[in-house]
């Protein structure tokens, strides 16, 4: 069973609105949290990285935070543009051997 | 734009043909990753270089054949692939754990494989 869990599947948004994303894991120990974009056929680029202790990360319109004692984290996209449209994976290391767990990825459509 | 750079980007092969995946990055990691990406599923890790040296290997099979020459390079050869082994395969790369937050992957644009 995969240890992270993202929802939606896909959703499609009309350009300069909002939307979030949510991920649910199972990793302990915990270790950080980070939310990639993956364009279509491009390799993953790091959004945000969340530590235990940090409730919420800004990067441009894009912000995520995390609820360590539920273990959930959500990614939100303000002012939606259509270059984000794009594969959002949410990863979580888990601590001690760093071991990598991948969640199947919301894809965004933008649309004008 | 990604500092971790891969060749080439388009892979059309038979399945009797050898070809190579090339990485490189320049950022002193010492650490490198190839994963293999199917259409709409995340990435799944195939091998870890760790000082080049071979760290994990999750269990994939010999037409793969990863190599790293120096701390800078990663190869990945290819030897009589199946059209199921067609795919996006990425490369990684991260630096040693110290000085950065653990699982930190800086990943290559990645190399699309078609497997005829």
């Known amino acids: 069973k995969n240890q992270v869990e993202q929802s939606p599947q896909s959703l499609i948004i009309l350009e300069g609105k909002n939307c979030t994303l949510q991920?649910?894991?199972?990793?302990?120990?915990?270790?950080?949290l980070r939310w990639y974009k993956q364009d279509t056929g491009r390799g993953p680029v790091s959004l945000t990285i969340m530590t235990f202790s940090e409730n919420t990360k800004s990067n441009g319109r894009y912000t995520a935070t995390l609820d360590a004692d539920t273990k959930q984290s959500s990614l939100h996209i303000t002012a939606s543009q259509l270059s984000d449209s794009a594969s959002y994976i949410c990863?979580?290391?888990?601590?001690?051997?760093?071991?990598?767990?991948f969640g199947a990825g919301t894809t965004v459509t933008v649309r004008a | 734009d990604t500092e971790v750079t891969q060749t080439p980007k388009h892979l059309v092969m038979g399945m009797t043909n050898k070809k190579s995946l090339k990485c490189e990055q320049h950022m002193g990691h010492r650490a490198m990753y190839w994963y293999k990406q199917k259409a709409k599923k995340p990435p799944e890790l195939m091998f870890v270089y760790s000082y080049e040296k071979l760290s994990i290997n999750e269990s994939v099979p010999s037409r793969f054949s990863p190599e790293c020459p120096n701390s800078s390079l990663l190869n990945l050869h290819l030897h009589a692939l199946q059209p199921e082994d067609s795919a996006l395969y990425l490369c990684?790369?991260?630096?040693?754990?110290?000085?950065?937050?653990?699982?930190?992957?800086?990943f290559g644009e990645g190399s699309r494989l078609t497997v005829l």
């Open positions: 990863v979580v290391t888990e601590a001690n051997d760093y071991k990598l767990s």
């Open positions: 990684a790369s991260s630096p040693p754990a110290q000085r950065l937050l653990p699982g930190e992957l800086f």
């Open positions: 991920c649910n894991y199972t990793v302990s120990p915990f270790s950080n």
